[in-house]
């Protein structure tokens, strides 16, 4: 079954290629992926999947179902097609769904062939650069049913079991009362609040728990030199090791913006996104995912714990439902993501070789999660022991 799963694979590489290709040259921002959404879907439904389509209030997010039999476990492959301002494809997303897609059609074409019963999803999840996509699908019960998740994520290293920060942003608004510069004593400087924030959350970064990262910017602070500015912002991204940890560091900077009102006489509001939580791989499918890669001549690495790591909106997933988010490696450049190089190198030979051979290990992985109830069982209680449980991921 394992090569047929593999040959199931190879006879839509055509397709595959030609999808990463598709999303890489239409790049499309956040919650406006409609291009990138038809073209999936569009292959999809020509394999036979049942698609429902703008779930979870988003117009491109999507559900393509493919039963086989009765009972069975739940299987879903998460897509990423979100692009980013100005440098398009820079994080790889075109990648991730091609091999999300590849997978889920491999692995149902097996599953019709060899009669197993159960489930494979693929789950269209828009806007993971910054707009939380998969976390309005939970919240919107769209992973209802779902027993298992899989995705990969493109990078200059095969590894497994990386995980990831929680993190969210805060923005701060300050009302002050505007005054002609002459007589600014008539006024209360607003811009002032902006600076004071800044140098107080500096101030009492030693206080904060370990692993915490601040990075902010100043959104508006005056219009003009001579008057003194009644409106100024700044926001922030804060980055922590946990949940638990974000809403230290969120409850500080709250404490931050009151001392600065009561100070200078401001009034301000503080508004907090959605949260991405950190990141639980499942090592045990990890490890499986891992085989499959080795069996195709890859290596593929363990992180290094000092190594600094990102955030995603796949760790909220992470905690519901036993997941893996892997990296393939798809370029020997010293690049990045996040910048042109990177953007270049996601519409390569070589990165839709690596796209391929990921898409393969992460159909056989479904294939033995599908068909092996001892497998399925260390899974469960990995996730169990290991992923702990929040009231609330509210700050």
Known sequence: MLNKTFKEADMIREELVNLS??????????????????????????????VEEKIGGM?????????????????????????????????????IAAMSVGAAIALSKTMTEENIPGEVILLGTPAE???????????????????????????????????????????????????????AENGVNALQGVIQTFN??????????????????????????????????????????TVGDLKVVTAMIKDVVKNVENFLGLKAEVETSLVYSERYC???????????????????????????????????????????????KITDEKVVAHN???TKVTDTDQAHEAMMKAAKAMAATGLDIMTDEGFRKEINEEFKEKVPHYDSLEL
């Open 129 to 183: 650069e910054g707009g939380g996509g998969k976390i309005l699908l939970l919240n919107e019960g769209e992973f209802k049913g779902v027993e298992y998740s899989l995705m990969i994520h493109p990078s200059t290293t095969n590894l497994i079991n990386r995980g990831g920060l929680a993190t969210t942003k805060v923005t701060v608004t300050y009302h002050g009362v505007a005054a002609h510069s002459a007589a």
């Open 340 to 342: 042109a190089a990177f």
């Open 282 to 328: 499942n090592l045990a499918m990890d490890e499986r995912w891992k085989k499959y890669m080795e069996d195709q001549g890859e290596e593929v690495a363990y992180p290094n714990p000092e190594a600094k790591v990102g955030s995603s909106d796949v760790g909220n997933v992470t905690l519901k439902i036993p997941s893996i988010h892997a990296y393939v």
């Open 21 to 50: 290709k598709n999303i890489h040259k239409n790049p499309e921002l956040a919650f406006e992926e409609h291009k990138a959404a038809a073209f999936i879907v569009e292959i999809l439904k020509k394999h036979g999947f049942a």
């Open 200 to 241: 107080l959350i500096d101030s009492i970064r030693a206080r904060m728990p370990n692993k915490t990262n601040i990075n902010g910017i100043i959104t508006a602070g005056g219009t003009a030199t001579n008057i003194i500015p009644d409106y100024a912002q700044c926001k922030y991204s804060v980055r922590t090791a």
């Open 59 to 95: 117009d491109t997010a999507f559900k393509g179902r493919f039963k086989v039999g009765a009972g069975g476990p739940v299987v879903a492959y998460l897509a990423e097609y979100d692009a980013l301002p100005e440098i398009g494809h820079a994080c790889g997303h075109n990648l």
